[in-house]
Nanobody, 115 residues
Framework: QVQLVESGGGLVQAGGSLRLSCAAS????????MGWYRQAPGKQRELVAI???????NYADSVKGRFTVSRDNAKNTMYLQMNSLKPEETAVYYC?????????WGQGTQVTVSS
């Protein structure tokens, strides 16, 4: 079982930055893939970024060049650095982990970008 807790959300002006954290209850060393997803009101949850346990990354086209995903296995934590935020990126951001085919989700953290 993996428990995930997101933090770092909040209110930011357009063009600003936030850094989200996802803390896992145990070691993330054996978690194959971790990712960030977001869900805006009335919309489906969408992938933002993923990172593998050998630090390969992939991003949604809409965030490439502005967002950076990283993980610190020693701290059992994944991060999402978000720069140049846009109002349309207002959403609840969720942390996700895939370990041996089992999928785990955090409770989400709200990000609000004001125009």
């Amino acid at each position: 079982q993996v428990q995930l807790v997101e933090s770092g959300g909040g209110l930011v002006q357009a063009g600003g930055s936030l850094r989200l954290s996802c803390a896992a209850s145990g070691s993330i060393f054996n978690i194959d893939v971790m990712g960030w997803y977001r869900q805006a009101p009335g919309k489906q949850r969408e992938l933002v970024a993923i990172i593998t346990n050998d630090d390969r990354t992939n991003y949604a086209d809409s965030v490439k060049g502005r967002f950076t995903v990283s993980r610190d296995n020693a701290k059992n934590t994944m991060y999402l650095q978000m720069n140049s935020l846009k109002p349309e990126e207002t959403a609840v951001y969720y942390c996700n982990a895939n370990r041996y085919g089992n999928i785990y989700w955090g409770q989400g953290t709200q990000v609000t970008v004001s125009s």
